[in-house]
């Protein structure tokens, strides 16, 4: 069965730290994957996106890294913000379809 | 400007109720899709239309019915509403997948559905 799994579930850091947030997958056959930020009350936007030839990929201070055969991923966040405090989704694309399969998200809360 | 937009962003109806939601996009995207996020936050998707043509349809009641007038609206009817029905909808647009290896999808704000 197709899945997504992340942890932890809930984080809280403060303002200033880094932090890893984790994914683990099942999809087969694999495509590519995601790392989405939903804000709340908001729709997610995409962060990263990297295909299985594709080891790391950094937006500012996120940096994903992959790796395709043990099937994790990982989003660290460097020197934190208050304005991260949101939901990260890892996402994965199965090849040659639109379908993507959604993990629960970590809920990340920064505080000052 | 708004890329993908969605109305309204909230609705509150009874059970057993007929609703709407509409959804539009600027970006010039051929795919459109419509997502549930459920209580718990997980998101699922329900439909998607390429170019006017439904090309995913999940195990969904044959209560929600999308309609697609143009590529760049995707709405979605929901007939005899019920309690459970009661979550976030989001709708979202892409290029067409063959365009690339992937397809970057742009979600809208969502709406927020509740059934009493």
């Known amino acids: 069965k197709n899945q997504v799994e992340q942890s932890p579930q809930s984080l809280i850091i403060l303002e200033g730290k880094n932090c890893t947030l984790q994914?683990?997958?099942?999809?087969?056959?694999?495509?590519?994957l995601r790392w989405y930020k939903q804000d709340t009350g908001r729709g997610p936007v995409s962060l990263t996106i990297?295909?299985?030839?594709?080891n790391t990929k950094s937006n500012g201070r996120y940096t994903a890294t992959l790796d395709a055969d043990t099937k994790q991923s990982s989003l660290h966040i460097t020197a934190s913000q208050l304005s991260d405090s949101a939901s990260y989704i890892c996402?994965?694309?199965?090849?040659?379809?639109?379908?993507?399969?959604f993990g629960t998200g970590t809920r990340l809360q920064v505080f000052p | 400007d708004t890329a993908v937009s969605q109305t309204p962003k909230y609705l509150v109806t009874q059970m057993g109720n007929d609703k709407s939601i509409k959804c539009e996009q600027n970006?010039?995207?051929?795919?459109m899709y419509w997502y549930k996020q459920d209580s718990k936050k997980f998101l699922k998707i329900m439909f998607s239309?390429?170019?006017?043509?439904?090309?995913i349809n999940e195990t969904v009641p044959n209560r929600f019915s999308p309609k697609s007038p143009d590529k760049a609206h995707l709405n979605l009817h929901i007939n005899s509403l019920e309690l459970g029905d009661s979550a976030v909808y989001f709708c979202?647009?892409?290029?067409?997948?063959?365009?690339?290896?992937?397809?970057?999808?742009?979600f809208g704000p969502g709406t927020r559905l509740t059934v009493l």
């Open positions: 996402v994965v694309g199965g090849y040659n379809t639109d379908k993507l399969i």
């Open positions: 970006l010039g995207h051929d795919t």
């Open positions: 994914c683990n997958y099942t999809v087969s056959p694999f495509s590519n």
């Open positions: 990297m295909t299985f030839s594709e």
């Open positions: 239309y390429n170019n006017k043509e439904l090309i």
């Open positions: 979202a647009s892409s290029q067409e997948i063959s365009a690339q290896l992937y397809n970057e999808q742009f």
